[in-house]
């Protein structure tokens, strides 16, 4: 392992806006935190939103700057990354966000019934052969399910348009959930100079766009676990890759 990555992971030890639990702590057990962020963490009542494999934080910092009555939670599995956000949000003295180092699939040791008002998921992994891994699995939203307040709203925004099109006819399927908006190319559509939050770019967004990738976006909400089954779960992976 690189020397700076080293470094990163040595330092986010100190970092008080950053949550990095082992994989033991939170396997099937409840993190400490779960049910009182709002009270231990942010010390307000605000909504808290989540972004799910948040990289480096671009979106949850974003966000956090611009509504100062929401609380913002972004996640990731790679330490490297978390600590550019983290490291961010201390300089810049950005106190409605925090990050936690863990897989997305232990996401429900974290969060009590209710707690959690809205997600988005921002250039996650495609997994084009494995359905399960992809964020949008209905395995994945079974789970976000278990914290999402009734109606709360979930944005995708993604360069991978089969994930885009196997979201939406997910989304289509369920009774539970209802499609707001869909757009298969933002700068095509004019959205990324109309609304402020899709215009925020990502490290990884910069990267698909300078290959030429259009980007999409989808935002849907979701109530309940109506009309999709899921196969049993598999232990996830301990570590990060
Ligand atoms: C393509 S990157 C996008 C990062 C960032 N959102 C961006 O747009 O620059 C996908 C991110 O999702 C994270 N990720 C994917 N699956 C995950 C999982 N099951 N649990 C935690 N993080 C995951 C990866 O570690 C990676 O940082």
Known sequence: MGKNKLRRFEENKSFPNLFQPSFAEVYQKDHPNKGCWSRKVFKNNFPIVLELGCG????SLAMAQRESDKNFIGIDIKGARLWR????ALEEKIENVAFIRTRIDLIESFFAPKEISEIWITFPDPQPKKEKKRLTSPAFLNKYLTFLQPGAIIHLKTDSRPLHDYTRQIVEEWEGMRLLEADTNISLSGRQNTDPLIAVRTFYE???LSEGKPITYLKFSISTRQGIATLPEEKPESEES
Not at 56 to 59: H, N, Q, R, T
Not at 85 to 88: I, L, N, R
Request: charged content about 35%.
């Open 85 to 88: 956000g983290a490291k961010t």
């Open 206 to 208: 910069e990267i698909f």
């Open 56 to 59: 480096k934080g671009e979106y």
